[in-house]
């Protein structure tokens, strides 16, 4: 059993001077030891907020590997992202791969399915992430244009793509574009029949065919504003569900916050819409962690760089030849830093926005994104800022 203590606790979107008690990687509520058993190692926190661990649906790689592009050397990609952004406060996450022919599908989503997390394994693997490639072409962002598909025979044509198998087994969720042909219909399908989330990106829709995706149980949607029509005030298109009741737990969206996909101003709009379904991700892709460059996303190729258009002229990700945004390169806990300034939401809200709203997305927030009695013991230990 170990406890820590002299630590601010964050629990119920507060945080409380208490102690963590935890045995066999689960919490445990310590009420029920009193008197009968001490600790068998005590953690002195100095005062430092104990929150959950981090946790991001959406990360394409890092430190040089990428989920679509290593698909000879798979097993050391997940093993060198997952022990690295671990040591960034990251402790589960979704490998997420771009759009790819069928037999990338078959030869990488196996490899990057749910994983337990350990210091020998890092953050554990949640589920595979497939974005795309049933999304539009006119938002196809850093998407391969040969890759993409539409779905005229329904769920028959997400198993010549993936294999329902392997979206049974290895996969927790994907992104769609509900426009496309034959998307629509097949969400439940997707959902009931292969037991994965339904996300809305990379799409045209209107406010409403977003809204009949919605209904048909697509509850998030991918990195809100970058790759989707943009927001009109007689049809907002898919960012208009933030707006559509019932919203409290009934829709997430995700959100870049490294100062360029999203502009500050428009990241605290969002947020003012509908706090409780804000989700931070950093849609990071394989320059995460290493210094300016050309790498790959999937099979394009990708250039960092400092964006010189943007105030302070920070390092970005973009297509080669292009303005083209790929991925970012930022990390998820300084994401949470950004939202906090951008927002000017408490330190509770934000960390919520990285642990327990994505935790909420995937149905999973008895494990994960609490430090409620019986979670898995998945804690950090932060400062104020």
């Excluded at 005062?47 to 290593?70: E, H, K």
Aim: net charge negative.
């Amino acid at each position: 059993i170990t406890q820590i203590h002299n630590c601010r606790v964050l629990r119920n979107h507060a945080i409380e001077y208490d102690d963590i008690w935890f045995q066999d990687g689960r919490i445990i509520n310590p009420t029920s030891l009193y008197g009968l058993r001490n600790p068998d190692v005590r953690v002195d926190a100095k005062g430092l907020i104990a929150a959950p661990g981090l946790v991001d649906v959406q990360l394409n790689g890092a430190f040089g590997y990428d989920f679509s592009f290593n698909r000879t050397d798979i097993d050391k990609c997940l093993d060198i992202v997952s022990r690295g952004i671990l040591l960034q406060g990251c402790t589960s996450f979704c490998p997420t791969t771009v759009s790819s022919m069928p037999e990338t599908y078959h030869d990488v989503l196996p490899r990057i399915g749910k994983r337990p997390g350990s210091l020998r394994n890092g953050a554990e693997s949640l589920g595979a992430h497939v974005e795309g490639p049933f999304m539009n072409p006119k938002k196809k962002g850093a998407h391969e244009l040969a890759c993409l598909r539409s779905a005229p025979n329904g769920l028959a044509d997400f198993d010549k793509c993936y294999g329902l198998e392997n979206l049974r087994k290895y996969v927790t969720y994907m992104t769609v574009a509900p426009e496309v042909e034959g998307v629509l219909e097949t969400i439940p399908q997707l959902m009931y029949e292969c037991s994965i989330g339904v996300s809305q990106g990379h799409s045209v829709a209107t406010n409403d065919i977003a809204r009949r995706a919605h209904a048909n149980g697509a509850r998030m949607i991918t990195h809100l504003f970058n790759a989707m029509t943009d927001f009109h005030h007689r049809d907002p298109g898919i960012i208009g569900l933030l707006g559509s009741p019932p919203k409290s737990t009934d829709t997430f969206y995700g959100l870049i916050c490294d100062g360029i996909h999203v502009h500050p101003n428009t990241v605290k709009i969002a947020y003012s819409s509908h706090p409780a379904g804000a989700i931070l991700v950093t849609d990071a892709m394989g320059a995460m962690g290493l210094p300016d460059g050309q790498y790959k996303l999937g099979n394009m190729s990708v250039d960092v760089k400092p964006k010189t258009d943007v105030k302070g002229s920070p390092r970005a990700a973009v297509i080669q030849g292009t303005d083209t945004l790929a991925g970012s390169i930022v990390t998820l806990i300084e994401c949470v830093r950004n939202f906090r300034e951008f927002t000017q939401c408490s330190i509770a809200e934000a960390i919520d926005a990285a642990t327990l709203h994505p935790a909420q997305m995937l149905g999973i927030e008895d494990k994960k994104g609490t430090l409620a009695y019986g979670a898995d013991a998945d804690i950090i230990l932060l400062t104020d800022d």
